[in-house]
């Protein structure tokens, strides 16, 4: 061993500054509970228990933001990466769904927003998970951080990443059996991705379609002129989004958020009725929910 290194324990010698750093941490950590932002702490109460939607599509996300597992025979999909500080939660609906984390070969991220994020740093580092991301968030990572909202995350563990492949409109993507058809859509954040691919359970094949982020926070007035963007042009580039891939045909709707398509209602339905038809079949729900936020934002314009 040599001379100079001299092995400390943290806060050895000075017990009156860490009693000191360790009441404003608790303090810190007792006032975050009590906020909104809370749902970047309390990970576990919102944990869900994973299921399968269909075939090789399963659900290992919590009750707020959906994380999918698709198993593409060759290889385990994720389509992104769960909450901020959720990694552990992430991990563990993973192995109760009964496949290996290890095998998740890719990330697909729905947009770069803090909530959608979370453990695809960790997946990197541990498994050499390849993370994709919309080339405008991959610019926005670079260019613009606090677009991210990462910095409400309150967790030192984890950053932004440099993704090892941004995806463009139009692209195809073929990741072990499974082929993946990619649409920008932008509008909450400039880089959303939407995929459409084919879900297969015995001989049957069901068109999934899946929208990276409906989210109005980013809409709002105060919201847009706080980061500079101009008010109509960003609202007018949502509404383009949804206009775009409106009419694909997707018979199951997979959210990015729970209550994008009621993933936790739909699942109550599938346990009442085990033997029934899939509740995730549903060639109407994208449309519908498409056409919905349509209207949202025409609310949010009309109350400004
Ligand atoms: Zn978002």
């Known amino acids: 061993m040599k001379a100079d290194i001299v092995n400390t324990e943290p806060g050895e010698g000075k017990p009156n500054a860490d009693e000191a750093a360790y009441a404003a941490y608790a303090a810190q950590r007792a006032a975050l509970l ?9 990970q576990e109460a919102q944990y869900v228990h994973p299921f399968r939607i269909f075939g090789n599509v ?5 009750d707020w933001v959906c994380v ?18 959720a990694a552990a939660m992430l991990v563990n609906a993973i192995w109760e769904a009964g496949f290996r984390p290890a095998d998740v ?44 909202l990462m910095q409400y995350a309150r967790n030192a563990q984890e950053g932004l990443f440099e993704p090892d492949v941004e995806i463009n409109d139009g692209d195809i993507l073929r990741l072990g059996g499974t082929t993946l058809q990619c649409r920008l859509v932008p509008g909450h954040t400039a880089g959303c991705v939407a ?3 084919n879900a ?24 847009l002129e706080a980061y500079g963007f101009d008010v109509g042009k960003s609202r ?13 045909k997707v018979e199951i709707f997979l959210g990015n958020h729970c209550g994008n398509n009621d993933t936790i209602g739909l699942r109550r339905k599938q ?34």
């Not at 009590?34 to 309390?42: A, G, L, Q």
């Not at 094949?205 to 919201?223: H, I, P, S, V, W």
């Not at 549903?282 to 934002?297: C, H, I, M, Q, T």
Request: aromatic share 12%; with cysteine; net charge neutral.
């Open 34 to 42: 009590k906020t909104p932002d809370s749902h970047y702490v309390n």
């Open 58 to 62: 399963w659900y290992v996300g919590g």
């Open 68 to 85: 999918h597992l698709v198993d593409t025979g060759d290889g385990l999909l994720l389509i992104d990466s769960g909450n901020i500080g």
């Open 105 to 148: 070969k890719w990330i697909i991220h729905s947009h770069g927003h803090l909530d959608h994020i979370g453990a695809a740093g960790f997946f990197k580092r541990m498994f050499g998970t390849k993370l994709y991301l919309g080339a405008p968030d991959a610019a926005m990572f670079r260019e613009r951080p606090s677009l991210s």
């Open 195 to 197: 995929l459409f691919f």
């Open 200 to 223: 297969h359970e015995g001989g049957e094949t069901r068109r999934c379609g899946y929208y990276g982020g409906f989210g109005l926070n980013t809409l709002k007035r105060a919201y």
């Open 236 to 248: 007018q580039i949502y509404l383009d989004s949804l206009a775009k891939v409106r009419d694909e």
């Open 271 to 304: 346990l009442e009725n085990p033997g029934g038809p899939n509740p995730f079949i549903d060639p109407a729900a994208w449309g519908r929910y498409l056409d919905s936020r349509r209207e949202a934002l025409a609310a949010l314009c009309a109350a400004d």
